[in-house]
């Protein structure tokens, strides 16, 4: 990344600050409103395209779990970050096998895992040195044709193949559902999605099924509704993206 690129003004540090504030009491207000205890969800900052400087202000305030899509971009942001020895980097983007290895060896978590050859070469690649990668697969819940994600029906088998591979660990589900600017609509997808992730945590009772990946900046409400324990937000935190 170029210096350019890493920059950020101090106005634009500042807004990143005031909206982290922001959405914490908007994640605070829907948790209440749901019936949910206030520790029960968390914000993944979703950081793409965004200057260094600007996960930089972002973890000033707090902030430690950052979402990235693109694998080269994220590797220099985190070589810009180094410094920054609490933060915890989730690969949010899409997955083909050439990434696999960088993947693997430079991300705590993965979200976008949906099928088993890219599942086997990401355990194969896992440092041994390192903990197991901590992986959600990736549902295609709205079961649109242009949208990577394994199918409802198809998942119970690829979480079996998932739960044997040594270098990963299954954490949950992810969803990117639809968009609807309907509240009514906006829940059914994560209502499905939840259903889903239920059922796999009583099939695997042994497993650290904990986490819900569901709720963008704009139904961020209803994902916590029906139950998102991990909020991956962007445009909330850092602005609209080119
Ligand atoms: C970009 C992105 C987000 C954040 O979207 P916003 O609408 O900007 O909050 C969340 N999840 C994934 C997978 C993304 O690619």
Redesign the pocket.
Known sequence: MSDQQSRATPDQSHAVKDNIVAIRHRLEQALVSAGRPADSAAVLA?S?TKPADMLRAAFDVGQRLF?E?YLQEALEKQQALADLEAIEWHY??ALQSNKTRDVAEHFSWV?TVDREKIARRLSEARPASMDALNVCLQVNISRESSKSGVMPEALPALAEQVMALPGLRLRGLMA?PAASDDPAQQRRPHAALRELFETLARRYPEAPLDTLSMG???DMEAAIDEGATLV?????IFGS?D
């Open positions: 979703v793409k979402g899509n949010i983007g979200h990117i963008m900046s704009g991956r937000l962007g445009t909330a993206r």
